[in-house]
């Protein structure tokens, strides 16, 4: 008798008897829409060698539906448009898409140490997930998912640490200016990118003389300043007056911290340079010495570099 499986628990993937039960399910309900009644009959009367059982197309059944490749509607259920996408005569490669999407959705907690430095090391994946691989795929398939899961989880680590940051500077920028008895400026500093990302600048804030500071803000950990720029952010901040680069330090779990700020002055020597016309850089990473660095933040006219 086979083991009916169950869900998947957290942080961990689903078992392949469970994934080649799902596959069987969405292959019953097709593109259509059906009565629990229907698919039960279904599931019973379904040929699997022994190897599927009623009870466990159910239970796949409702995993299915807890991860959104089924929707249900009263005491029917039928197809999502992401299901429709799959293969609609492959039960194996279905199961292999259902490993794929759920490790690029999920984003388990041991993806980052087990890609570490860009590659695979397989003594930090969990017993379960490795032996999950090993039967469906083979170890460069393994690798590119993995890889390719590490990629979208550090774009959302990114995202939430340069948010992060943005709260700190914009909160800094507040005390810098009440503390200097001008609560009413304080009271204009904004944080813009919850209006848009594309302005290209982070943090409205006016300084001490009342002119309009732009201040784009990255927020780093480890040791040495090393952010990503975006075309975008070059561009705007080489036309912008009073455009500066406020880098902020993550260690731990503790709020960021700010570093200092710069111009762009020191840093176009640094900047990719397009060579033709049919082929343009976008996002540019680059390493920041703290010597190009000025403490606090650029609200003093009168400590404010020349605009760069």
């Not at 039960?21 to 019973?44: N, T």
Request: with cysteine; proline share 6%.
């Amino acid at each position: 008798m086979p083991d009916d499986g169950g869900g998947a628990r957290p942080e961990s993937l689903p078992g392949s008897y469970l994934l080649r039960s799902a596959a069987r399910v969405l292959r019953i309900v097709g593109r259509g829409r059906h009565a629990d009644s229907e698919l039960l009959a279904s599931y019973r009367a379904t040929p699997s060698g022994g190897f599927l059982s009623s009870k466990g197309l159910l239970v796949a059944q409702q995993w299915l539906a807890e991860q959104g490749w089924l929707t249900r509607e009263g005491t029917t259920l039928g197809a999502t448009a992401r299901s429709l996408a799959l293969p609609d005569d492959d039960e194996t490669e279905v199961a292999r898409e259902l490993v794929r999407a759920m490790i690029l959705d999920s984003l388990p907690a041991w993806l980052s140490a087990s890609t570490a430095r860009g590659e695979v090391r397989e003594e930090f994946l969990p017993e379960d997930a490795s032996a999950l691989f090993e039967e469906m795929f083979d170890d460069d398939e393994r690798d590119a998912i993995l890889l390719a899961a590490a990629s979208k989880y550090d774009a959302e680590a990114l995202r939430e640490l340069g948010e992060a940051g943005e709260d700190v500077v914009l909160s800094a920028c507040r005390d810098f200016l009440e503390a200097r008895g001008r609560p009413d400026l304080a009271r204009k500093a904004r944080r813009v990118s919850l209006i848009s990302d594309a302005m290209g600048w982070d943090i409205s804030s006016p300084n001490l003389a009342g002119e309009l500071c732009r201040l784009e803000v990255k927020c780093y950990r480890g040791r040495d300043p090393t952010v990503y720029l975006t075309r975008n952010e070059f561009e705007v901040g080489s036309r912008r007056p009073r455009w500066y680069l406020v880098l902020c330090r993550s260690t731990g779990d503790s709020a960021p911290e700010v570093v200092g700020w710069t111009t762009l002055t020191p840093l176009i020597p640094r900047m990719p340079v397009d060579v033709v016309l049919s082929a343009e850089w976008q996002v540019t990473k680059i390493r920041i010495d703290a010597s190009e660095l000025r403490p606090g933040l650029p609200l003093d006219p009168a400590d404010a570099l020349a605009d760069g």
